[in-house]
């Protein structure tokens, strides 16, 4: 009964592990990307690219505790659907927010913003993004970073 009780445990646990998981994880991470626009690790996959009927892209973007993109606007506007974690968005001359899995974000087109990781929390979000070129700016001082400024 013992031996019955331990692998029921063991199948229940392992059952809810992968649920867990797959709650958390959509989608796959994807690449890693150079840091040439944001700090710290964050990981792209594109789920699907403009074409000649959709004029947007989407893609996942998972980021690590701390990891931030540098000051950026998008010409044709952005929707962030945040799907895990807890992170930070702020637009030029805005307090900065805290979001959370669950909320949507609207990037308005040409609004100077920036988005990331909180320092405790890994944070991924889709992103609808029309099919223009992001235009990067400066990088997100500490100050910024923080809500200090």
């Not at 990307?33 to 947007?56: M, Q």
């Amino acid at each position: 009964m013992k031996k019955v009780v331990y692998f029921t445990t063991l199948l229940l646990t392992a059952m809810s592990t992968r649920v867990a998981a797959q709650e958390t994880s959509i989608f796959p991470r994807g690449e890693k990307a150079p840091n040439v626009h944001h700090t710290g690790a964050v990981w792209l996959h594109e789920l699907s690219e403009a074409d000649s009927t959709f004029n947007y892209n989407i893609a996942v973007a998972t980021f690590e505790p701390g990891a931030k993109l540098d000051w950026h606007t998008h010409p044709g506007g952005q929707i962030l659907l945040i799907t895990e974690g807890t992170g930070y968005y702020q637009e030029k001359g805005r307090p900065r927010q805290m979001i959370h899995k669950g909320d949507v974000i609207k990037c308005l087109p040409g609004v100077e913003h920036w988005h990331g990781a909180t320092p405790e929390s890994a944070f991924a979000y889709v992103a609808i993004t029309m099919n223009q070129p992001t235009i990067w700016l400066e990088r997100v001082t500490d100050e910024e970073y923080s809500g200090v400024e």
